[in-house]
């Protein structure tokens, strides 16, 4: 076979999706039969580090940090290290996260390039290995299949990941779309070279060329601030699954925080991000600080970016909703509320004027009230109560004495013992239930079904 003709076969290999032919049990079935490695241990630590990311990820902070102490730093470097922290920072966040993981915008070849290029400045891997990782990531938040799976630790989803061989392959991602990319090919093809020269060569050639800080450039711009980028770029695996709210959702661990944010360039509002992965936003009030979004944004504004996509606010409220009712429902839970006439006994009007006799009950919108630790406490005085001793005080309760308050019927129906035997006249709804009650958090299957028969009982409907 020629070499061209191998070349081909890779390729068409490359774009045929990796998910196409998996079982529908996959993640069941793949997590029980696939071997994984034994736990990383000390003894077998020579076989077990990878090497290359372990090298990459532990020399640079010593390099940085020794460099930086005999190395006096200008101020121009110093600016021009924090311009290209940026840079490359969007190359990830931009770049590999938004525009190739998760194809939330399409950009124009020439600001694909420059992504490219400034991601592979960031030496985090090339867009198509990031860009399958991350796509693990999100179909498997919070599984061994999750290439940074939360769950082991804060340490373990920053950087513990790459530092061992991963005890298990992730699990199946496609990125047959990225495989078709000219650029993608391109810049996986030459990665090693790219990396070089963007990570390293350009920040030391332009401090050099610029202002003779050729040595300040490789320490600050090239060095230090790519342990900046590593780092920065790692919480959102370790701080944003950590740290924060979950406005949107709490299934997972995903969570929402400006400081997550403040580091990553924008990426903090992750429990929004894992909800609505599609949309190019990672912050969705104007106020939060997401300047990704704002960069492409501004690309689009120059004709570089189109179909910035963005999830129907509809839905995205909903999602706030449920966890509001939720939290709604977990107060709801924590209170004491009245019997209904189902927990109650009926009692027929004879029964009530006997009981009456022995304490004090009073009658109101058909339920039964024992008011004995209440008639001290009584803000109309306890005569009012006495004498409704034995009587239907409805009237009276409801305006025709007094226009007794919410909280006044809400405490009325907590002194519930009993329902009158047909005592509940109709139209009183009002009357019946105390206003706490009026609008509560049911769970779908404490109500009856809302897609229940209407439509069959529909006599003049489609079945005729
Ligand atoms: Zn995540
Ligand atoms: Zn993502």
């Known amino acids: 076979m020629s070499s061209s003709t191998t070349t081909e076969t890779k390729q068409a290999h490359d774009e045929t999706p990796a998910d196409i032919d998996i079982p529908d049990n996959y993640v069941a079935y793949t997590l029980a039969h696939q071997k994984s490695l034994p736990p990383f241990q000390w003894r077998n630590w020579r076989t077990e580090i990878s090497w290359i990311s372990f090298s990459l990820l532990t020399l640079t902070p010593l390099i940085g940090i020794v460099g930086a102490y005999y190395t006096p730093l200008q101020r121009n470097t110093l600016l021009f290290a924090v311009f290209y922290y940026y840079v490359t920072?969007?190359?990830?966040?931009?770049?590999?996260?938004?525009?190739?993981?998760?194809?939330?915008?399409?950009?124009?070849?020439?600001?694909?390039?420059?992504?490219?290029?400034?991601?592979?400045?960031?030496?985090?891997?090339?867009?198509?290995?990031?860009?399958?990782?991350?796509?693990?990531?999100?179909?498997?938040?919070?599984?061994?299949?999750?290439?940074?799976?939360?769950?082991?630790?804060?340490?373990?989803?920053?950087?513990?990941?790459?530092?061992?061989?991963?005890?298990?392959?992730?699990?199946?991602?496609?990125?047959?779309?990225?495989?078709?990319?000219?650029?993608?090919?391109?810049?996986?093809?030459?990665?090693?070279?790219?990396?070089?020269?963007?990570?390293?060569v350009v920040p030391t050639l332009i401090p050099w060329l610029c202002w003779g800080d050729a040595r300040g450039g490789y320490i600050y711009a090239a060095v230090l601030r790519l342990v900046f980028v590593h780092h920065s770029t790692f919480c959102v695996n370790s701080l944003a699954?950590?740290?924060?709210?979950?406005?949107?959702?709490?299934?997972?661990?995903p969570r929402d925080h400006l400081l997550t944010a403040l580091v990553t360039i924008g990426e903090g509002y992750h429990n929004f991000h894992h909800q609505f992965p599609m949309d190019y936003r990672n912050?969705?009030?104007?106020?939060?600080?997401?300047?990704?979004?704002?960069?492409?944004?501004?690309?689009?504004?120059?004709?570089?970016?189109?179909?910035?996509?963005?999830?129907?606010?509809?839905?995205?409220?909903?999602?706030?909703?449920?966890?509001?009712?939720?939290?709604?429902?977990?107060?709801?839970?924590?209170?004491?509320?009245?019997?209904?006439?189902?927990?109650?006994?009926v009692v027929n009007w004879d029964s009530f004027q006997e009981?009456?006799?022995?304490?004090?009950l009073i009658l109101v919108?058909?339920?039964?009230?024992?008011?004995?630790?209440?008639?001290?406490?009584?803000?109309?005085?306890?005569?009012l109560l006495v004498k409704m001793i034995g009587k239907d005080a409805t009237t009276a309760f409801f305006g025709g004495v007094y226009d007794h308050s919410n909280a006044a019927h809400n405490l009325l129906a907590m002194k519930r013992v009993g329902v009158l035997h047909g005592g509940h006249p109709h139209g009183l709804d009002e009357k019946l239930i105390p206003p706490s009650q009026r609008l509560k958090i049911a769970r779908y299957n404490e109500l009856s079904s809302p897609y229940a028969s209407s439509a069959w009982s529909d006599g003049e409907g489609m079945l005729g």
């Not at 391109?186 to 990570?199: R, T």
């Not at 699954?241 to 661990?253: A, Y």
Request: include cysteine; aromatic fraction near 12%.
């Open 89 to 200: 920072g969007l190359g990830i966040t931009a770049g590999y996260h938004r525009l190739w993981a998760h194809r939330s915008y399409n950009a124009s070849v020439p600001l694909q390039y420059a992504l490219a290029l400034a991601g592979a400045g960031a030496c985090e891997g090339s867009i198509k290995w990031w860009s399958r990782g991350h796509r693990a990531h999100h179909r498997y938040t919070d599984t061994e299949l999750d290439p940074y799976n939360a769950h082991k630790g804060f340490y373990y989803s920053h950087i513990g990941w790459m530092l061992v061989k991963p005890r298990r392959k992730p699990g199946v991602a496609d990125v047959s779309d990225l495989s078709k990319s000219p650029v993608v090919r391109w810049q996986h093809k030459h990665y090693v070279k790219l990396l070089l020269l963007m990570g390293f």
């Open 355 to 360: 009981q009456a006799q022995k304490r004090p």
């Open 365 to 383: 919108s058909g339920f039964i009230h024992d008011v004995s630790d209440f008639l001290e406490e009584h803000p109309g005085g306890r005569h």
């Open 283 to 345: 912050a969705i009030r104007f106020y939060q600080y997401d300047p990704t979004k704002w960069f492409i944004y501004t690309c689009k504004l120059l004709g570089l970016a189109r179909q910035l996509k963005t999830f129907p606010d509809n839905e995205v409220r909903k999602g706030v909703l449920t966890m509001q009712l939720k939290k709604l429902r977990e107060t709801q839970d924590k209170l004491a509320w009245p019997s209904d006439s189902n927990d109650l006994p």
């Open 241 to 253: 699954h950590w740290l924060g709210s979950t406005p949107f959702d709490d299934k997972h661990t």
